[in-house]
């Protein structure tokens, strides 16, 4: 069965230090990726996804995220976060690349010092 | 252009009470989803739309939730009766044919007392 793990339930960083939300994925054919942000009292937004190809797959706001196969990972990365970053972020993990039928990890809150 | 439209934001029922949220997706969109969100979890797949048609609707507890989308647009979710453990926010969201991007609704945010 698919399943997504988040390893860090709640991450802290200052303001203009790099980020990296951690994404593990259990599926046994070709995975299709995404992370999602998700702001207070908001609805889900989508950052960027993976279907195949470059490995190394960029978003919106500055993040990016690379899928690595062999260790079953899809890390979320940015290099200077700003505090308007603070949010919760879901990693996704879907059998096929159109049909919405996403599992989620259970989220990393970010939090951004000053 | 308008994003996915859910009402009430906020709902506080008491137990054993019906409930019911309405969904209008992004116009356009022949698919929609209802997610459910619980108090710290990702997002779980109630019901999926095609149309009119609920193609996936596995992972919707059919004894008190249901599901509707008569004309292939709006959508409404209820529960009768709600139980303390609905209380959760309640996500649609819907996505075109080409691309399959999920578009999310802010959600509605239920309480059962």
């Known amino acids: 069965a698919q399943s997504v793990t988040q390893p860090d339930i709640h991450i802290t960083v200052s303001e203009g230090a790099s980020l990296e939300l951690r994404c593990n994925y259990s599926?046994?054919?070709?995975?299709?990726l995404f992370w999602y942000v998700q702001s207070p009292g908001q609805g889900l937004q989508l950052l960027l996804k993976?279907?195949?190809?470059?490995?190394l797959v960029q978003g919106i706001k500055g993040f990016e995220a690379e899928f690595k196969r062999s260790q079953s990972s899809f890390n979320l990365r940015k290099p200077s976060v700003h505090w308007s970053d603070a949010a919760e972020y879901f990693c996704?993990?879907?059998?096929?690349?159109?049909?919405?039928?996403?599992?989620f990890g259970q989220g990393t809150t970010l939090q951004v010092k000053p | 252009e308008a994003g996915v439209v859910q009402s009430p934001r906020y709902k506080i029922i008491e137990k054993k009470q019906p409930v019911a949220f309405w969904c209008n997706p992004i116009?356009?969109?022949?698919?929609l989803y209802w997610y459910l969100q619980n108090l710290g979890q990702g997002p779980e797949l109630l019901i999926r739309?095609?149309?009119?048609?609920?193609?996936?609707d596995s992972q919707l507890p059919k004894d008190r939730f249901s599901a509707e989308r008569l004309k292939g647009v709006d959508s409404t979710l209820k529960i009768q009766p709600a139980e303390l453990g609905d209380s959760a926010v309640y996500l649609c969201?819907?996505?075109?044919?080409?691309?399959?991007?999920?578009?999310f609704g802010e959600g509605s945010r239920l309480t059962v007392l």
């Open positions: 969201a819907s996505s075109d044919q080409i691309t399959g991007e999920l578009f």
């Open positions: 599926y046994g054919a070709t995975p299709y």
């Open positions: 993976y279907f195949s190809g470059d490995t």
């Open positions: 996704a993990v879907g059998i096929s690349s159109n049909t919405g039928k996403l599992i």
């Open positions: 116009s356009g969109h022949n698919t």
């Open positions: 739309y095609e149309n009119e048609e609920a193609v996936d």
